[in-house]
């Protein structure tokens, strides 16, 4: 089994309730049940951590270093101001997908910009809840050396 991290950031708690037009009406627990069950398929064992904190996903990052084999990575808006968690990302040495429910793309021209997109191995958003099942599929593959050109 591989080790994979789902680390959500700011508001993302609030899901369910939290802008429905946008981010749909699943609550964040009913996301998690989704991708730990995923997970399984895929021979991941899969742990999740919320924080509204920008220290706290620092530190998740931080820790994952040695003890997970991948990280999923909902920033939140810290996706759009955080230098300090990519270059968390750039210190762990942790394979990190990037994760947005929303299409960022198709959104405000403030959204359009990740700083988490350079570290990432890859980006994946608008697809709501299925964009962590599709991280959860990209990571598999990224660790079994499927996805090498
Ligand atoms: C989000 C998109 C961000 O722009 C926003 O700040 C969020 C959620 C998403 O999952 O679509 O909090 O990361």
Redesign the pocket.
């Known amino acids: 089994m591989t080790k994979i991290l789902v680390l959500n950031g700011?508001?993302?708690n609030l899901l369910g309730t939290r802008q429905p037009e946008v981010y749909g009406h699943t609550t964040l627990d009913m996301m998690m049940d989704r991708c730990v069950s995923h997970g399984v398929t895929l021979g991941q064992t899969v742990t999740h951590m919320q924080s509204n904190h920008e220290g706290a996903l620092i530190d998740a990052i931080h820790n994952a270093r040695g003890t997970q084999d991948g990280i999923v990575l909902?920033a939140?808006?810290y996706?759009?101001t955080s230098i300090a968690i990519m270059d968390a990302i750039s210190s762990a040495q942790v394979p990190v997908v990037e994760v947005?429910?929303?299409n960022?793309h198709a959104r405000e021209t403030f959204?359009h910009h990740s700083y988490i997109a350079p570290v990432a191995i890859g980006q994946i958003c608008g697809f709501g809840v299925n964009s962590y099942v599709l991280a959860l599929q990209a990571l598999a593959a990224h660790l079994s050396g499927e996805d090498a050109v």
């Open positions: 700011p508001n993302l909902n939140g808006a996706t759009h947005h429910l929303s960022i959204r």
